[in-house]
Structures are given as C-alpha cells and as structure tokens.
C-alpha cells in the first residue's frame, strides 16, 4: 500500500513551493557570486604601433600572470572574455641597438583594464618582459611548384611547365630573411594525366616563420600535355679522331629510337641525328668501341641507341 495513499496536494501549494526553492536558489547565487576571490590568468602580450621599418621578432615571455582579487561576478565575466595585453611600442625602453624592455609594475592600470572588474592586482610576472626588434628586410627568390603527375600511357609533357609569377619578395626580419632562399608551394597530385594541368598553386606558409610577409601566396600553374608516339631511322656512325689509321667498322649504320609528340613526328629526319665513334677512346684489349648519341632534335623527348657499341679492326 502507498505511503502517500490519501494524501492530497492543492496546486497552489506546490507552486509557492517551487517559487521559493528558485528563490532561495538565486539567493545562494547571488550570495556566492558577491564575494571576492583571488583568480590568476596568463595574458598574451603584444605589441601594436611599430614603426614601419621595424618589426618584433620575439617577445620573452610572450605572457603575463596577472594574479588579482575579483568578485564573482567579475570572475564569471571574465570566463567569457579573449584577454590580450596591448602595449604601444612608445612604453618600451630601449637597452640594445635591437632590444627593448617592458615592466608590467609601471603599468598596472593598463593591465588592470584588459581583464573586467578588477578591484586589486596583488602581483604581476615575470616582472621585466624583454622583446626583440628587428629592422625589416627583402629580398626576392625563386619559387618552386611541388606537382607530382602520373601521364596516361602515350602522353606526358610537351614542354617546361610555366609558373606565374616566378619569383616572389619576401619581407620580414632581416635575421628571417637571409636564411629564406626559396619558396615552396603544398604538394598536389594529378593522376592519368591526358589533357594540359592548369590550376592554382598555393604556398606552404606553415614552413615560413609567422614574421614573413610575401607579395603574393598564390601562383598559376600550367603544364601542357600532348600525345607521344616513337620512330626510329637507321643513322651512320661517323668515326672521328681516328688520324692516320685505317679503321673499319661493323655495322656502318646503327637504329635510333626516339619519343616525339604526335604533331612534331612529320617534322623529324634523319638529317638530325648523328652518332659518333670517338675512336680515341678506344683500348688495344678490346675490340669494340662505345658510341654516343652526338645529336638529336630539341622537338624530340627521348633518344637511344639500338646498338651502343660497334666492331672494329684497324688495317695496316
């Protein structure tokens, strides 16, 4: 049998109930929330106004820990706030050619300001923060792609890809700057190329020191693509250096294969291939001689040998 068997309960009752409990509920907020409590947080610094020929390259520390005496509400604030000490590079003291210092102790209430309802700051480190200008330099360097692609069967490049803009001027601290010799676009892949890539190559600024400023962080990319098919023609090899002696050789002519672009293939001849015998190089222990492809035309991709060495006999 129910405990609560008989029992009744008026609405209105359970109302005034619920009432109060949120009431007494928010009074114990309140009350929490209007008492002081010692709260510490670390501020990034930075900072702002540099003259234009000059830029900060380091900031030791890059935080301060400000510990200080709030009241909840301010606390509660404050959990909600991007906190960031901004110091106007006129504060800074200088030390060095290239140093200057910063002390937080003489300026507690532009600290005070970055957090909300500060009533006390009861300490502030480190207590000297000491930062490193440098004067800005620039130079310009090459930029490099970084483009991996794998060419349908029968096709590849048909000349050098093109980069826009080439070279790019790089700005930043001097100390920066001269280590920068290049610039290095992310990586990209193409797979079963047949047609001309042309897309747009970004830089990989996570390589690059945040202080580094360039003229431009994208560039156009454009490889052409072509159809390539293979010839070969029989060429004569030409003994050269072979002063007063007699020498024969076996065979006269030798094949020579070549990769060429399917529109550049009726312009070959083979008037533009030559192959030599240098018989200079040769040794009394052997009776061959190494032959070398001396010419072929700049249309043509790739070029080779059928046969890389040839007989020889010198008659007396």
Do not use: W
């Given at each position: 049998?129910?405990?609560?068997?008989?029992?009744?309960?008026?609405?209105?009752?359970?109302?005034?109930?619920?009432?109060?409990?949120?009431?007494?509920?928010?009074?114990?907020?309140?009350?929490?929330?209007?008492?002081?409590?010692?709260?510490?947080?670390?501020?990034?610094?930075?900072?702002?106004?540099?003259?234009?020929?000059?830029?900060?390259?380091?900031?030791?520390?890059?935080?301060?820990?400000?510990?200080?005496?709030?009241?909840?509400?301010?606390?509660?604030?404050?959990?909600?706030?991007?906190?960031?000490?901004?110091?106007?590079?006129?504060?800074?003291?200088?030390?060095?050619?290239?140093?200057?210092?910063?002390?937080?102790?003489?300026?507690?209430?532009?600290?005070?300001?970055?957090?909300?309802?500060?009533?006390?700051?009861?300490?502030?480190?480190?207590?000297?923060?000491?930062?490193?200008?440098?004067?800005?330099?620039?130079?310009?360097?090459?930029?490099?792609?970084?483009?991996?692609?794998?060419?349908?069967t029968g096709y590849g490049?048909?000349?050098?890809?093109?980069?826009?803009?080439?070279?790019?001027?790089?700005?930043?601290?001097?100390?920066?700057?001269?280590?920068i010799t290049f610039i290095?676009?992310?990586?990209?892949?193409?797979?079963?190329?047949?047609?001309?890539?042309?897309?747009?190559?970004?830089?990989?600024?996570?390589?690059?020191?945040?202080?580094?400023?360039?003229?431009?962080?994208?560039?156009?990319?454009?490889?052409?693509?072509?159809?390539?098919?293979?010839?070969?023609?029989?060429?004569?090899?030409?003994?050269?250096?072979?002063?007063?002696?007699?020498?024969?050789?076996?065979?006269?002519?030798?094949?020579v294969y070549f990769t060429?672009?399917?529109?550049?293939?009726?312009?070959?001849?083979?008037?533009?291939?030559?192959?030599?015998?240098?018989?200079?190089?040769?040794?009394?222990?052997?009776?061959?001689?190494?032959?070398?492809?001396?010419?072929?035309?700049?249309?043509?991709?790739?070029?080779?040998?059928?046969?890389?060495?040839?007989?020889?006999?010198?008659?007396?």
């Amino acid at each position: 049998m129910s405990v609560f068997k008989g029992i009744s309960f008026k609405r209105s009752n359970v109302r005034e109930f619920l009432f109060f409990l949120l009431l007494t509920a928010i009074f114990a907020v309140l009350s929490k929330l209007s008492k002081n409590y010692t709260t510490v947080y670390t501020i990034p610094i930075q900072v702002e106004n540099v003259p234009i020929d000059k830029v900060v390259s380091t900031i030791i520390p890059s935080t301060l820990e400000i510990t200080t005496n709030l009241n909840g509400f301010a606390v509660l604030s404050n959990q909600f706030s991007d906190f960031k000490l901004l110091i106007d590079f006129d504060q800074l003291e200088k030390t060095a050619s290239e140093a200057y210092r910063y002390i937080p102790d003489g300026h507690p209430l532009e600290i005070a300001e970055v957090l909300s309802g500060v009533s006390e700051i009861t300490a502030i480190r480190p207590q000297q923060v000491t930062i490193q200008v440098d004067a800005l330099a620039s130079k310009e360097v090459p930029v490099y792609p970084t483009i991996e692609a794998a060419y349908e069967t029968g096709y590849g490049p048909k000349e050098e890809a093109t980069l826009t803009p080439t070279h790019v001027t790089v700005v930043g601290p001097k100390t920066y700057i001269d280590t920068i010799t290049f610039i290095q676009t992310k990586k990209q892949d193409f797979t079963d190329v047949s047609d001309t890539i042309l897309t747009q190559l970004r830089v990989d600024s996570l390589a690059l020191p945040q202080e580094i400023k360039l003229s431009s962080y994208t560039f156009e990319y454009k490889q052409e693509v072509t159809k390539f098919t293979e010839g070969s023609f029989s060429i004569p090899v030409k003994v050269v250096n072979k002063n007063a002696n007699d020498v024969k050789i076996f065979p006269k002519t030798v094949e020579v294969y070549f990769t060429v672009s399917l529109e550049a293939y009726e312009s070959i001849k083979a008037i533009d291939f030559e192959v030599i015998c240098d018989f200079s190089k040769h040794t009394n222990q052997d009776d061959f001689i190494i032959l070398d492809l001396k010419k072929y035309p700049n249309t043509v991709k790739s070029a080779r040998l059928g046969t890389k060495q040839i007989k020889y006999i010198v008659v007396n």
